[in-house]
């Protein structure tokens, strides 16, 4: 082993290649020690020997200074979630370390940091926790039996006589502060494997703290990726073609390069940039561009026909996603049938912070700075782009303003376009979206239209179901297209083929229909899940109503070998107070799903005042195992429920002639604090495996709505987003 | 050259007359935390104080602006100890935190003329502000502890 | 919050104001006695007037402002106003939602941007205007009554249409916003003939 001080970033980043990810610990060297330094102390510590500098890191994850400080490195980014301060946590609650002296930074693109399932740098799919639960505490148990092991060899004693708290590490009336240790510690080999602490002896797991990232966040100091200025830093704004696929035909850039501030104005991939001192000018340059598209006619998709089309393929075999006996048999000679439709309409992210991106490159490096859900895949993205290796680029993530999975592109498209640009110009450019650029910017949930034919029994429990599918894959045409099996993109069917209600219905059929077009499509909260979990239970509802059986009832027959929806849905009917009575004009409505590794159940509380939908009270519960930050996971069903909520409103993005209709938030409207209702989140007390929260308590939101809507009016909500006349 | 007074310091700049002022705060002045959500005044991540009042810095002209008092939420205060920058530290109010400058700058307004606001005053005061986490229940919850907060003594 | 606003509510028809004209005029036109004759058809003509007035007024760029309830209008369509904008006493909106925190002294450039004039506001609190909902008949009575029309005589009140900044903004309205269905000159002429005939109120 080298020592960690002499290796150099280059060097670094190839002996961490040969780790695996998994539980193992790579040790860390210097160029991350250096980044841990300026986390630390802006800058200024930076300078050698300056006390808040890393003098000891055990691993990739963590460092100590001599000011006892603690420089946590997080392999997931800080989108909202909370990770910023449940990874600390973990690490905390090993390392008994003094809870005010830890500084957070996000990790930059490298191994030790890969997912320890996905085998790339990800934050997604509701897993930080659950997936750096070990690695995180191993992290902190480590630092800490080093710690222990200086100051008994200091002293003389044995290690096991030692015991840590608050920073220190303590024998008899001695006590040495972590900082003081750091140096001594950092001549001692990490053991491995050293034993974690059992659950009774957490401090912060399933306890709580308050988020690390507050005071920043509102004093105006912390740093997002649209924050990001050095001097000579330029901005550039991209006009990009009217309809997904069009081709730039000309541009005049004559008039654009009068307005005061515009310095260029250059064509890329996927457009024309122009690049000025500021946004303002930047933006007035663009509106002042002449541009010119070639626009195939099979790219002018218009919404209702694209609903057609997919309709028709209704009509016609899908790949087969789940089967079981014989569904159209079944089907045909069933007492009683439904023949639905439902439709989803595509879905933009629409981040607070508009996509952005900043690019420096100077010689043979690259600097860039953004915030990302991937900056692995970024980095390599860009370095293809300047004929670079990959540690040739730097990424410096940021906070993000929201991800949604916006953030997580295959393609690495707002970081691979502001590349492109900083090439382009030769100038370190800050590539700026505007809020319609992000509207009519692609990268949609797809849209789905769903058709589900039910068969009943004498019994009136469903003895056929035949479910068709119809959207566009996620992974179709990305490099994560091996991820679609025999035709089926597991992202489009996860909630029905895996429904545990199907396992009820003897003869079912579910087929899958993948279109193709070039609207881009991506992972959006929830994925799937955003319109299966709709389609499921607003069905389910109807089977009960059918049945003439109280909806929660019917549910708990079909869920009674379904241990966590079973209990997420007992405990919401129960804190909701299902089946006492309401306010006059009220109504409630229940949805249970499972998705991310946790089962959620929401009862929502509602009333219709002339066509308008007013939701006063979402109860909620969930069982996603143990829940580390139990807070913070209100808070991301809280999320959740407002977020689902804004689609089953609001969300719409429709095409005219191939045009996003919709632009800003006029016409792609948000839930506002008057619309809001009270939520109410209620844990299930388990020791269930651990499952994600930032994404389960989107799905059940909707259909929960929907239901309490029929509950309401006698109406059936199957077209999304809710209009006024679908309820009268 | 115009004159600007922010956060009690005086700025000047050679910006457009129409500049936004938003765009004067962040990309002429560095003044970040004042942030960019819509462009149209959508979505109020842009709120500052003109004179005290919450304008959409996105829409105002920098013109507007010109010698008058403009307080971003730099200087809410110097020292996080605003009533409301203390209740949502209590009530850990935000999530991604983008919009958060923008409702702490409408909150303050409803604060000042509302010192013990109702839910229907806060439904009033901040409906314009946008929060795609869906903080609104807990902007809701610190808002009354930031009232509760300030009416007990804390600095405002 | 008492909310009275309601999209659906009552609307003008074109086609109902063509057939009201037309049937003043018609009636005008019926001459019996000289005398009879005059005054019926200074009272035709004044009403028809208003009529006129009336479709202006119920023109967005008017009635927007003018709502029932404490939620002004907005657009073409004039639906309530989003972001739950409200009159307030003073009719500048309340808290962090008063117009002028997003309403300019001009219009800001622009689709779907906030129109402006410096004088951007509602009716106030106690003396609410409406014009939303109202008949032609039930708005010329209002529109004549002091203790309802801001304590104006006609004559202010024609100054009012006439000079009025922000009656004026109604026909320079900003991009994409439908002009009112009479230019002003001729919006102000037959304010002038309602009045100057008697302001006489339509007969529904």
Excluded at chain 1, 245 to 260: N, P, S, Y
Aim: charged share 20%.
């Amino acid at each position: 082993m080298n020592n960690p001080s002499t290796v150099s970033r280059r060097k670094f980043l190839q002996t961490t290649t040969t780790f695996a990810g998994g539980l193992l610990i790579p040790f860390f060297v210097s160029a991350g020690a250096k980044r841990m330094g300026m986390l630390g102390a802006l800058g200024a510590a930076e300078a050698a020997g300056a006390d808040s500098a890393v003098a000891f890191a055990p691993n990739a994850y963590l460092g100590i200074g001599r000011d006892n400080s603690v420089h946590i490195i997080l392999a997931h980014v800080e989108m909202g979630q909370g990770v910023w301060t449940t990874l600390p946590m973990l690490i905390a609650d090993e390392l008994d370390c003094d809870w005010n002296k830890i500084k957070v930074g996000h990790a930059p693109p490298a191994q030790p940091y890969y997912h320890t399932m996905f085998g790339i740098q990800i934050t997604g799919g509701s897993s930080t926790t659950w997936s750096e639960f070990d690695r995180y505490r191993q992290a902190g148990a480590t630092a800490r039996a080093v710690m222990v092991a200086a100051a008994a060899q200091q002293w003389g004693v044995a290690p096991e006589a030692c015991s840590t708290a608050d920073g220190y590490v303590i024998y008899n009336d001695k006590k040495l502060s972590y900082g003081e240790l750091a140096d001594a510690a950092a001549k001692i080999p990490p053991p491995a494997n050293v034993p974690l602490k059992p659950a009774s002896e957490w401090k912060y797991i399933g306890k709580g703290v308050k988020r690390l990232d507050t005071s920043e966040k509102i004093n105006g100091k912390a740093r997002f990726g649209m924050d990001v200025q050095f001097p000579g830093l330029l901005t550039a704004v991209i006009a990009r073609p009217p309809v997904f696929g069009a081709q730039l035909k000309r541009f005049d850039a004559a008039k654009a390069k009068t307005v005061a501030g515009v310095r260029q104005v250059v064509a890329v991939p996927s457009g024309v940039a122009v690049i000025a001192d500021h946004f303002w000018a930047a933006k007035q340059g663009r509106e002042a561009l002449v541009v010119e598209w070639d626009i195939e006619p099979s790219l002018q998709i218009d919404t209702p026909g694209q609903w057609a089309a997919y309709r028709g393929l209704t009509e016609q075999r899908g790949a087969v996603a789940a089967k079981a006996g014989d569904a159209q048999d079944a089907l045909s000679k069933a007492a009683d049938k439904v023949d639905v439709e439902y439709t989803l309409p595509y879905l933009a992210h629409a981040c607070m912070e508009p996509l952005n991106c900043t690019v420096k490159i100077a010689n043979d490096k690259c600097e860039i700075w953004t915030g990302t859900q991937m900056p692995g895949l970024d980095q390599g993205a860009a370095a293809k782009i300047l004929g670079f290796k990959p540690e040739q680029v730097e990424v410096h993530t940021m906070f993000l303003g929201g991800g949604f999975g916006r953030r997580a592109t295959a393609a690495s498209d707002f970081v691979s376009e502001a590349v492109e640009v900083a090439k382009a110009s030769g100038k370190a450019v800050k590539t700026v979206w505007t809020r319609e650029d992000d509207i009519r910017g692609g990268y949609y949930r797809p849209a789905f239209l769903h058709r589900v034919r039910v068969g009943l029994g004498e019994d009136k429990m469903p003895v056929a179901w035949h479910h068709s599918i119809v959207g566009q894959s996620i992974l179709a045409g990305t490099p994560f297209e091996a991820g679609v099996k025999d035709g089926i993109d597991g992202a489009s069917v996860e909630g029905v083929n895996d429904s545990p209600y199907m396992g009820h219905v003897p003869n079912h059929l579910i087929e899958l229909h993948s279109p193709k077009n070039k609207i881009p499509v991506l992972w959006w909260r929830s994925v799937g899940h955003t319109h299966t979990a709709f389609v499921m239970e607003t069905m389910i509802d109807q089977l009960a109503h059918s049945a003439g059986k109280d909806p929660v009832e019917y549910r708990r027959t079909l869920l009674k070998d379904h241990k966590r929806p079973l209990s997420a849905l007992n405990l919401a009917a129960e804190k909701a107070g299902w089946g006492t009575p309401l306010p006059a004009g009220h109504f409630r409505g229940i949805a249970v799903h499972d998705s991310f590794g946790s089962a959620v159940a929401q009862v929502a509380e509602v009333s219709v005042e002339k066509g308008k939908v007013r939701v006063h009270r979402v109860v909620c519960a969930i069982d996603c195992g143990l829940a580390v930050n139990p807070d913070g996971v209100a808070a991301q069903m809280e999320s959740g429920i407002i977020f689902g909520l804004t689609a089953f409103l609001y969300g719409n993005i429709s095409l005219d002639k191939g045009r996003v209709r919709q632009g800003n938030f006029h016409d792609y409207k948000m839930v506002r604090m008057q619309e809001a209702p009270a939520i109410e989140v209620f844990i299930v007390p388990s020791t269930e495996k651990m499952g994600g929260a930032g994404e389960p308590g989107v799905p059940p939101l909707a259909p929960a709505v929907a239901n309490a809507l029929f509950a309401a009016t006698g109406k059936r909500i199957r077209n999304l987003p809710v209009k006024p006349e679908d309820l009268s | 050259m115009i004159k600007l007074h922010i956060n009690n310091q005086p700025y000047s700049v050679d910006a457009s007359p129409q500049m936004p002022l938003l765009w004067v705060l962040r990309d002429m002045l560095g003044l970040t935390g004042t942030k960019f959500g819509c462009g149209m005044a959508q979505c109020g991540a842009c709120t500052v104080h003109l004179n005290g009042e919450a304008v959409r810095s996105c829409v105002t002209p920098v013109s507007r602006a010109a010698n008058q008092q403009i307080t971003t939420v730099e200087g809410l205060s110097t020292d996080l100890t605003h009533p409301l920058q203390q209740a949502w530290l209590q009530e850990d109010v935000l999530q991604c935190g983008y919009c958060q400058s923008g409702q702490l700058m409408s909150a303050a307004v409803l604060l000042r003329e509302k010192p013990d606001p109702t839910d229907e005053d806060i439904d009033r005061a901040m409906s314009g502000n946008v929060c795609r986490c869906g903080t609104y229940p807990r902007i809701r919850k610190a808002i009354h502890l930031a009232a509760k907060i300030q009416r007990e003594g804390g600095k405002s | 919050m008492q909310r009275t606003n309601s999209p659906t509510w009552w609307r003008p028809r074109a086609a109902l104001f063509t057939f009201c004209i037309a049937g003043a005029l018609s009636v005008a036109a019926v001459a019996v006695r000289p005398a009879d004759d005059a005054a019926r058809s200074e009272r035709a003509i004044s009403q028809a007037a208003f009529q006129a007035v009336y479709k202006v007024l119920m023109s967005p760029r008017c009635m927007n402002c003018h709502p029932n309830g404490d939620i002004p209008l907005q657009g073409d369509d004039s639906h309530l106003h989003t972001m739950n904008v409200t009159r307030g006493v003073d009719g500048k909106g309340v808290y962090a939602l008063k117009c002028s925190n997003c309403h300019q002294v001009a219009n800001t450039p622009g689709l779907n941007m906030p129109p402006g004039n410096p004088t951007w506001h509602l009716p106030p609190a106690d003396m609410p205007m409406v014009f939303e909902g109202r008949s032609p008949r039930e708005l010329a009575l209002q529109l004549k009554d002091p203790n309802q029309n801001g304590h104006k005589t006609l004559q202010q009140l024609l100054d009012h249409v006439s000079k009025d900044a922000l009656v004026l903004w109604g026909w320079k309205p900003g991009d994409g916003r439908t002009l009112p269905p009479l230019a002003h000159a001729e919006f102000v002429k037959q304010f002038k003939t309602w009045v100057s005939t008697g302001a006489v109120a339509p007969n529904e």
